[in-house]
């Protein structure tokens, strides 16, 4: 997974903005957001609001998950259980959703859109960037 930094970096260059452009549009100096790309700072939750904001991206696509092993996936995993009735099939080895789960028909319904959007990305309906475009808002 990306960290914070590199996170403002890929969507930052997504946008074709250079540092100091960004840091025009959220009040800060182009250091400060280089510093935040290279890891030398990490940015508060007021600046990464406003960074998310310059992006047009959901301030949570900036964050850093921390999913960096088989075992943080697990542990994200059993989150998603705990949280959404998601399990796995033990018959394919997929991922299933427990209709009886607190948070089910959300899951279901985010989850069916974002089918929906992978499928027009697939047939050619819509184009990478759109897609992107899209994932960005999560």
Known sequence: MATVG???RRYRKAQNLSAAKLAEKVGMTAGAILHYENGI????NEQLEKIARALDVSSKMLEDHKIESAKDLVRALLQLEDEFGLVPDMCDGG???D??????????E???AWG???HRLITGEITQEEYDAWKRKF
């Open 41 to 44: 700072r990490t940015p508060g």
């Open 6 to 8: 590199e996170n403002i």
């Open 110 to 112: 985010a989850i069916g």
């Open 116 to 118: 929906e959007i992978r």
């Open 99 to 108: 209709p009886k789960a607190k948070n089910a028909q959300k899951a279901v």
């Open 95 to 97: 991922l299933w959703i």
